[in-house]
């Protein structure tokens, strides 16, 4: 695949982003940390806060993390709160942008999640909303606008600023635009060949709520028009086409879909909250409503593994897979996360009762099991080829 100008772009992208936030809270805008999609951005921005993800995707941090939380829980809990308590002196890379929080939103969906949010507190200011885990409900309907309405009250309080109806269906006429933008570019996705690898489009999603809604977009902008232009190229289109489904890729951790498309796969589409959990649906715009009940419908419905029944993720991974036209799903779990682990066994069956192959994997941020994966994704890559 060509290498495309807006990788190149992407790189230089970090410091400048930094820099932007270090600037906007030195004229007092204040900067709120996130760790999940549940978190509404745009009643961050409609209260005239900026906001950045803090997910770890990291392995050095682990273990300064591991000084505070036991070992056995998720590479991305630990990865991100040992971010946060590195100050530097560990020899190890500062991760910036922690630095450059006023705040933490964060919000009740893991166990490992939740209790770590209980320690993050002790280090900066975290805000929990309590997440209803039974969508299916108007009874979590209700509950959840209430939560959203509290945290609304929360944040006008924190940075003084009123958050009226116009100013948030400003905000989220802008995250749909940013929402669409994505679906174009997994539209591209569905050409044989995929004119993108799976891999850039990743390195692209884990900047999605790092980076300002303008300077998104611009990316995504850029990015479409350069491969709109891609022709097909004849050998490679013999290439199996996968979809991932599962836990988060956050940003630093490419290891999985490298491994794939190093060893002959392509991956066209990603069931996941750095894939199409966190666009696929559009907020409702409708001028009529209540922009805070439109909110709370279209985020209580991301289909997490903390929800339960969770109906919707399991259809939603067989509509993909064949909008998609994959050849088969890597099911991606990373150790010690349940939810999505015992989750596997319904994806499988209902791919199974669609004809689609799965290899369900499970791995962490080390590098210590690359070869040993490699060796299963060959033979999954080789029995749907
Ligand atoms: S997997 Fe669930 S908890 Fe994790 S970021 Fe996605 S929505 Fe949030
Ligand atoms: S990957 Fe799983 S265990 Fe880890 S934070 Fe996300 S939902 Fe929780």
């Known amino acids: 695949m060509p290498e495309l100008k807006t990788m190149e772009y992407l790189k230089k992208i970090y410091k400048k982003r930094v820099n932007e936030l270090q600037e906007l809270r030195n004229n007092g805008v204040k900067v709120i940390g996130t760790f999940c999609i549940f978190v509404p951005d745009e009643l961050i921005f409609a209260a005239g806060a900026d906001r950045t993800i803090l997910c770890g995707g990291k392995n050095e941090t682990i273990p300064l993390a591991e000084q505070y939380l036991p070992r056995n829980i998720c590479p991305l809990i630990k990865s991100s709160l040992g971010s946060i308590v590195n100050d530097g002196c560990s020899g190890i890379d500062s991760c910036a942008h922690f630095g450059l929080v006023d705040m933490i939103i964060a919000e009740n969906t893991c166990d490992g999640k939740k209790k770590m949010y209980e320690i993050l507190d002790d280090f900066i200011p975290t805000y929990v909303i309590d997440l209803p885990q039974r969508p299916d409900t108007d009874i979590a309907l209700q509950y959840f606008l209430q939560e959203l309405e509290s945290l609304k009250t929360e944040l006008e309080h924190f940075t003084g600023n009123e958050i009226t109806s116009t100013k948030l269906l400003d905000r989220i006429k802008e995250s749909n635009e940013i929402r669409k933008l994505l679906h174009q570019l997994y539209c591209e996705r569905k050409r044989?060949?995929?004119?993108?690898?799976?891999?850039?489009?990743?390195?692209?999603?884990?900047?999605?709520?790092?980076?300002?809604?303008?300077?998104?977009?611009?990316?995504?902008?850029?990015?479409?028009?350069?491969?709109?232009?891609?022709?097909?190229?004849?050998?490679?289109?013999?290439?199996?086409?996968?979809?991932?489904?599962?836990?988060?890729?956050?940003?630093?951790?490419?290891?999985?879909?490298?491994?794939?498309?190093?060893?002959?796969?392509?991956?066209?589409?990603?069931?996941?909250?750095?894939?199409?959990?966190?666009?696929?649906?559009?907020?409702?715009?409708?001028?009529?409503?209540?922009?805070?009940?439109?909110?709370?419908?279209?985020?209580?419905?991301?289909?997490?593994?903390?929800?339960?029944?969770?109906?919707?993720?399991?259809?939603?991974?067989?509509?993909?897979?064949?909008?998609?036209?994959?050849?088969?799903?890597?099911?991606?779990?990373?150790?010690?996360?349940?939810?999505?682990?015992?989750e596997a066994y319904n994806v499988q069956k209902e791919l199974k009762k669609a004809g689609i192959p799965m290899l369900s994997i499970e791995t962490d941020y080390s590098d210590s099991d690359i070869e040993q994966l490699g060796v299963r994704i060959d033979a999954f890559l080789e029995m749907i080829s």
């Open 192 to 342: 044989d060949p995929s004119p993108i690898s799976g891999v850039d489009v990743l390195k692209i999603i884990q900047k999605q709520f790092f980076l300002s809604p303008t300077e998104f977009k611009h990316i995504l902008k850029m990015v479409i028009e350069e491969i709109e232009h891609i022709q097909p190229e004849q050998e490679s289109n013999t290439k199996p086409r996968v979809m991932i489904a599962g836990c988060p890729l956050s940003g630093g951790n490419t290891k999985v879909p490298k491994i794939i498309e190093e060893r002959g796969g392509v991956i066209v589409c990603e069931e996941s909250c750095t894939g199409t959990r966190s666009f696929w649906d559009l907020v409702d715009e409708d001028e009529n409503k209540d922009p805070m009940l439109s909110l709370s419908q279209r985020y209580i419905n991301i289909p997490c593994s903390c929800m339960s029944p969770n109906k919707k993720r399991l259809e939603s991974v067989v509509d993909l897979a064949q909008e998609f036209n994959v050849d088969g799903v890597i099911y991606y779990t990373l150790q010690f996360c349940h939810g999505y682990n015992i």
